[in-house]
């Protein structure tokens, strides 16, 4: 019974380095995706800072370094 118990434990320890490793990847796929978006649309989203009223500006500048951030 005891190595029962053993082989239950291991098979949580293997279940959490596979949820760790598929959290992981998706972490640097969603990265990829915020890169490409950011490197795409910084100019006009700097373009439209400039056009828009001072409320909408700050929270422009609050969600983009949100996003930025992450």
Known sequence: MGSDR????????????????YVRVL???????LEKI???????LLLLYHVITFPIRQLFIHCLYNLLRL
């Open 6 to 21: 053993s082989d239950r434990s291991d098979r949580y320890v293997q279940g959490e380095v596979v949820t760790y490793r």
């Open 38 to 44: 950011i490197n795409y649309h910084v100019i006009p």
């Open 27 to 33: 972490q640097v796929g969603t990265l990829k995706y």
